[in-house]
T-cell receptor, first 113, second 111 residues
């Protein structure tokens, strides 16, 4: 099994719908991150968490919310999806003390129509 | 080379040649740097890292060079293969030990 698992892998949803993207990890890491990637662009940070129930906004948090109820799980929600949220979403974890690189999931491709 | 912007720069190399991908980082206080490889439809994968007390580190077919004076990082891939075709990102740690990612460079390997 992958260290960082994202579900679903692909999703098409309608404008205005609420959608949740799930991320779970088996690495035992405290730090978890959600990134968005648009075609031909780099990674932009949406939200991050350093511990259970710790939530911090990234550079593009508007229109998104997250939940960290357990160390292994970090979910991202779009409360009312809009077409410009169509993108590839990545979850990542980071080792203890933050002195290591990130381990990324395989991504969720979200299309809002 | 690397740039932080809206369009991915592209490096095209012949199979078997060496590739050099460059990255300019922003924070002179950063002490840890990583190169990631992202293949189409997949998440970024760790390639190699380097700490600021080093200026060179070698892996299997890859070498990372760090020039702290000019805040420049490079990734060298020896004998580039078709499987090396991907987007490559550099990353630096920042305050709070979080990573800041560069915009990425697309490497295309011609057979």
């Amino acid at each position: 099994d992958a260290d960082v698992t994202q579900t679903p892998r692909n999703r098409i949803t309608k404008t205005g719908k609420r959608i949740m993207l799930e991320c779970s990890q088996t690495k035992g890491h405290d730090r978890m991150y959600w990134y968005r990637q648009d075609p031909g662009l780099g990674l932009r940070l949406i939200y991050y968490s350093f511990d259970v129930k710790d939530i911090n906004k990234g550079e593009i948090s508007d229109g998104y919310s997250v939940s960290r109820q357990a160390q292994a799980k970090f979910s991202l929600s779009l409360e009312s999806a809009i077409p410009n949220q169509t993108a590839l979403y990545f979850c990542a974890t980071q080792g203890p003390a933050g002195q290591d690189g990130y381990t990324f999931g395989s991504g969720t491709r979200l299309t809002v129509v | 080379g690397e740039s932080v912007g809206l369009h991915l720069p592209t490096l095209s190399v012949q199979e078997g040649d060496n590739s050099i991908i460059n990255c300019a980082y922003s924070n002179s206080a950063s002490d840890y740097f990583i190169w990631y490889k992202q293949e189409s439809g997949k998440g970024p994968q760790f390639i190699i890292d380097i700490r600021s007390n080093m200026d060179k580190r070698q892996g299997q077919r890859v070498t990372v060079l760090l020039n702290k004076t000019v805040k420049h990082l490079s990734l060298q891939i020896a004998a580039t293969q078709p499987g090396d075709s991907a987007v490559y990102f550099c990353a630096e740690n920042n305050a709070g030990n979080m990573l800041t990612f560069g915009g990425g460079t697309r490497l295309m390997v011609k057979p």
